[in-house]
């Protein structure tokens, strides 16, 4: 079982950064991988990032060179996936979610809103 949580996200002009994180604890030493989803309203649930517990990586063509995914699994009771986002623009604007996967199944978090307008 692992519980997972999201933050970090909010309303960013256009061009600008956002970094949301992570955290996932429980049976982190089950993870063999960590994804960022997103969804706006109207559209399908879109996978924007992942990373795998031996750190390849592997982004959706809309979000290639200004998303970067990271881990920080340095501490035993939580692992930790930050989404750095740069040069937002309006068709970012979403709910973030991320999930932990596992072999005996996937983990979601609630989700983070992110908005980008001027």
């Known amino acids: 079982q692992v519980h997972v949580v999201e933050s970090g996200g909010g309303l960013v002009q256009p061009g600008g950064s956002l970094r949301l994180s992570c955290a996932a604890s429980?049976?982190?030493?089950?993870?063999?991988?960590m994804d960022w989803y997103r969804q706006a309203p109207g559209k399908q649930r879109e996978l924007v990032a992942t990373i795998t517990n031996t750190g390849r990586t592997n982004y959706a063509d809309s979000v290639k060179g200004r998303f970067t995914i990271s881990r920080d699994n340095a501490k035993n009771t939580v692992y930790t996936v930050y989404l750095q986002m740069n040069s937002l623009k309006p068709e970012d604007t979403a709910v973030y979610s991320c999930?932990?996967?596992?072999?005996?199944?996937?983990?979601w978090g609630q989700g983070t809103q992110v908005t980008v307008s001027s």
């Open positions: 429980g049976s982190i030493f089950s993870i063999y991988a």
């Open positions: 999930t932990a996967r596992l072999n005996s199944g996937n983990y």
